[in-house]
């Protein structure tokens, strides 16, 4: 970063410091009678998808700026060329640096468990070399001990298999070197804001390491049902029968919604835990839209869970995922930077949180916490090893690929907005996803734990920091960089999905479909038959419809 532009950055996240410092006489007011009690009164959980904390937030403070931060900054961070690489780099290392591009990695990383084992471990069986996840076989690149202590080394040689897995040919040391990269807070002013403007956690971890589906279970539910893995997809849809914190929610008393990114059709929220939430999916999952009237009014329900366009559009975050359907071929599924249409998506979430005002009947800022959280690491680099931690459930046998649920995923970013806590705050002893279920019980009185993982979860409700509110006006003014637009692609040239997700989703639609003989009027008879790109949206489109009525687009 040149000294201008971050000088030029920290002028701007630091807004609001003098206006704080010298104080507002008409806070006591403002407070209307609230105090950092209610500062959870509602709660907005936002997920995005695939990125470590090294990525996003590494270069966020630099050496002094704050008592504490565990990010990359004068840092010697490196990873080891493999010997098996046909390119090699100048001294056998890849050293960590800034990200050169706003696509970056432009090759999405391997994500599922035995990916995750290569890269936290640098363990790679020869049988499973450049093979995709759904490719490999036991041992699935476990260390010889379960109990080694991940050592972080092992990105570089994961990347360059998967990558070749995905294009049919090694990468350049240009193109896997980008696996040892994050952003500079200039690059991704909205999120380093936030995180500046208010606070961060440094030691947060994913609940399993692996990818999407395990882990969003473990944020609503505390357990993913003994999976491990995205695939197949109809364990979610069938058989993942937890409680979650929705169910409880209703069974409390408390009001909850899923407000999906527009234009997508379905919620994976849903769909995850479609055994236990299917008989809300017209009453409680509504469009983003609705998110932002909800701020405006003061009607935000107690738990408003905001799930950000994961198909169309892919306002995320995510890596590209273009290369990860169909081997060597780079599908146009995602926006040029789904950084950046993650950081717009952002910016209006905030916005719509900040203009609540604080006197407003029901919700409003003052007893309304925004919290920003990722579901996994997604194979982007980080140098902090992962914890021990309890197995979900104490009795349960080994579930699939032979875990039993006591490693850690690693970290994710993850940043808590509120008027009660005091900028620049680093929270830096151990959370990780189970801390939100945690804490609403906690808080809400809603009873007992759900797994023994959110039992053993530090909570959050000791970091509103702050006895007087902050004045919003003083707040982080934050503008996203432009994002450019997302030109859905043609279906008829797809060969079966039309994305990552979805690629994971249709055959379990197709599948559940077939067990409960639920309705999907272009569903092939065949449960084992081709389904086109066209065809597969089809399908997908007739069945959300049907299951989300809230989220079908209007005619």
Not at 53 to 61: C, K
Not at 104 to 109: A, I, M, R, V
Not at 316 to 336: F, V
Request: with cysteine.
């Amino acid at each position: 970063m040149t000294s201008f532009s971050r000088r030029k950055f920290l002028k701007t996240t630091a807004a609001g410091s003098a206006a704080a410092a010298l104080g507002n006489p008409a806070l006591a007011e403002l407070k209307n009678g609230l105090s950092k009690d209610n500062a959870m009164d509602h709660v907005i959980l936002v997920l995005f998808e695939n990125r470590s904390f090294d990525n996003i937030l590494g270069y966020l403070y630099q050496q002094g700026e704050v008592p504490q931060f565990e990010g990359v900054v004068g840092k010697k961070l490196s990873n080891p060329v493999p010997s098996w690489a046909e390119h090699k780099s100048p001294d056998g290392q890849v050293h960590y640096g800034v990200a050169s591009s706003m696509n970056s990695p432009t090759s999405d990383p391997g994500e599922e468990y035995p990916h995750t084992l290569t890269q936290m471990f640098n363990t790679v069986d020869e049988h499973n070399k450049f093979k995709m996840g759904k490719d490999m076989a036991a041992p699935w690149n476990a260390p010889k001990s379960l109990d080694a202590i991940p050592n972080m080394q092992g990105f570089v040689a994961d990347y360059i298999s998967n990558f070749t897995a995905d294009h049919l040919r090694q990468p350049t040391y240009k193109e896997y070197s980008e696996i040892m990269t994050g952003f500079l807070p200039e690059q991704i002013p909205v999120i380093t804001g936030l995180a500046r403007g208010f606070s961060c956690f440094d030691h947060w971890f994913s609940e399993v390491p692996s990818q999407t589906f395990p882990n969003r279970s473990f944020w609503v539910a505390g357990t993913s049902s003994g999976y491990v893995v995205n695939s197949p997809a109809d364990n979610f849809l069938i058989d993942n029968k937890a409680e979650t914190i929705f169910n409880r929610l209703s069974e409390k008393g408390k009001t909850w919604k899923i407000y999906v990114g527009q234009p997508d059709p379905l919620s994976f929220t849903g769909l995850v835990s479609m055994p236990v939430l299917r008989k809300y999916f017209a009453t409680n999952i509504v469009p983003f839209s609705e998110y932002e009237k909800d701020c405006a009014n003061g009607t935000l329900p107690n738990f408003a869970f905001i799930e950000p366009p994961l198909v169309n559009g892919h306002a995320d975050y995510h890596p590209s995922a273009g290369m990860a359907i169909i081997a060597g071929q780079n599908l146009a599924l995602d926006p040029p930077s789904s950084v950046l249409s993650g950081e717009v998506y952002l910016s209006k979430i905030y916005n719509a949180y900040k203009a609540m005002g604080t006197k407003q009947a029901g919700a409003n800022v003052l007893n309304t916490t925004l919290f920003i959280g990722w579901d996994e690491p997604g194979g982007t680099y980080d140098h902090v090893p992962p914890p021990r931690v309890p197995a979900p459930e104490a009795s349960a046998p080994k579930a699939q690929y032979g875990f039993d649920f006591t490693l850690s995923g690693y970290r994710t970013p993850a940043v808590m907005i509120s008027p009660w806590i005091s900028e620049k705050s680093v929270f830096t002893q151990e959370f990780r996803h189970t801390s939100m279920i945690a804490t609403l019980r906690k808080i809400w009185n809603l009873g007992q734990p759900f797994t023994q993982r959110d039992a053993s979860a530090r909570t959050l409700e000791t970091c509103f920091n702050l006895n007087t509110p902050r004045d919003p006006s003083t707040w982080p003014n934050i503008t996203a960089r432009p994002a450019p637009a997302y030109v859905a692609p043609d279906p008829n040239n797809l060969d079966t999905a039309y994305s990552e997700l979805a690629q994971a989703m249709i055959p379990a639609i197709v599948t559940f479909a077939h067990r409960t003989g639920y309705a999907v009027p272009s569903l092939p008879k065949d449960p084992n038959g081709k389904i086109t790109g066209a065809q597969a949206l089809k399908v997908a489109g007739e069945f959300s419809n049907e299951m989300f009525p809230l989220l079908a687009a209007k005619k």
